[in-house]
């Protein structure tokens, strides 16, 4: 069966510091995967996809930058944190076959910027 | 590109009552409608989905309803336990990028 893996859970970073958020799924082989961010007040807002190794769409202009170094590994990033990036970062991966398929999330990690 | 509202942002029921949320979209495209409960602290779980070519979907307590013609769809809970209590969210998709609902914060009072 598939498992998706984030880390850390929880993270605590000083405004300013850089940022590096990991996810991994298992199982599965290229999948499209995902990072969506949840502020408070509980929507999804999606930050990147990716359809396959080293291809990144961005949603968002912002400071965060999203790879993929492997067919399973997405990588949520940031050179100098905003207070504003603080809220509660998920990873999702979905089968490669088409569109319309669901999306499977992993736990997610809290992130608080002081 | 596609707007997807949800109704209503918090429900408040009575352990054993129903509970209905109701989400419209505006892309006549979109053919795939999945279901999410998010409890506290987790991401959300894939609960039941449905796609454009059938009009109702049954899982035990829960159903979800598809009107194409209206562009809306539902989530039905029937019999409901406090163990529901979590945020739900609707999506409609055409594509592998989903459009999500706002969520809804159910509550089951024991």
């Known amino acids: 069966s598939q498992t998706i893996h984030q880390w850390p859970a929880t993270l605590v970073q000083p405004v300013g510091s850089p940022l590096s958020l990991e996810c991994t799924v298992e199982?599965?082989?290229?999948?499209?995967l995902y990072w969506y961010r949840q502020a408070a007040g509980r929507g999804l807002q999606l930050l990147f996809y990716s359809v396959g190794i080293g291809q990144i769409s961005s949603e968002v202009p912002q400071n965060l930058s999203a790879s993929r170094p492997q067919d399973r590994q997405f990588i949520l990033s940031s050179k100098k944190l905003l207070l504003s990036d603080s809220g509660f970062y998920l990873c999702?991966?979905?089968?490669?076959?088409?569109?319309?398929?669901?999306?499977?999330f992993g736990d997610g990690t809290r992130l608080s910027i002081l | 590109g596609e707007n997807v509202e949800q109704h209503p942002s918090t429900l408040s029921v009575q352990e054993g009552d129903s509970a209905v949320i109701k989400c419209t979209y505006s892309?006549?495209?979109?053919?795939?409608f999945p279901w999410y409960k998010q409890e506290l602290g987790k991401g959300p779980q894939l609960i039941i989905d449905i796609r454009s070519n059938v009009g109702e979907k049954k899982d035990q307590r829960i159903a979800v309803t598809l009107n194409k013609t209206a562009k809306h769809f539902s989530l039905h809970i029937t019999e409901t336990q406090p163990e529901d209590s979590a945020v739900y969210f609707c999506?409609?998709?055409?594509?592998?990028?989903?459009?999500f609902g706002r969520g809804t914060s159910l509550i089951v009072h024991p």
């Open positions: 999506a409609a998709s055409r594509s592998y990028i989903p459009t």
């Open positions: 199982g599965t082989s290229n999948p499209n």
């Open positions: 892309d006549s495209a979109s053919n795939y």
């Open positions: 999702a991966w979905a089968p490669p076959a088409g569109s319309n398929q669901p999306q499977h």
